[in-house]
């Protein structure tokens, strides 16, 4: 079992940017496949990134690709998710998660999660 620990949300403008944190308590942090999701009022918790243990393979939803982009320091036991381009459609609360059998997009089969940090886009 891993903790994991959100930080760097909040209110930007659209057009704006952020840079999310997750602070991971394990001494197997680079075994991890890590991963972050997204979920906005009233719909279900969604994929959005996805890195591998080495961070040599990365994944991203179709809908952030070219603006989010995710990584990983197995030094700092830290994976980080950076979003340029930000629109309202991008508000939910965001969350990072660990699996330990690599990257899927199924919220189902992810081992740990972190309590999440709120990203609210204004128009």
């Known amino acids: 079992q891993v903790q994991l620990a959100e930080s760097g949300g909040g209110l930007v403008q659209a057009g704006g940017s952020l840079r999310l944190s997750c602070a991971a308590s394990?001494?197997?942090?680079?075994?991890?496949?890590m991963g972050w999701f997204r979920q906005a009022p009233g719909k279900e918790r969604e994929f959005v990134a996805g890195?591998?243990?080495?961070?040599?393979?990365?994944y991203v939803r179709d809908s952030v690709k070219g603006r989010f982009t995710i990584s990983r320091d197995n030094a700092k036991n830290t994976v980080y998710l950076q979003m340029n381009s930000l629109t309202p459609e991008d508000t939910a609360v965001y969350y990072c998660?660990?699996?330990?059998?690599?990257?899927?997009?199924?919220?189902?089969?992810?081992?740990?999660w972190g309590q999440g940090t709120q990203v609210t886009v204004s128009s």
């Open positions: 998660a660990a699996r330990l059998f690599g990257i899927v997009e199924n919220t189902k089969v992810w081992d740990d």
């Open positions: 890195i591998s243990w080495t961070g040599g393979r990365t």
């Open positions: 394990t001494r197997t942090f680079s075994n991890y496949a």
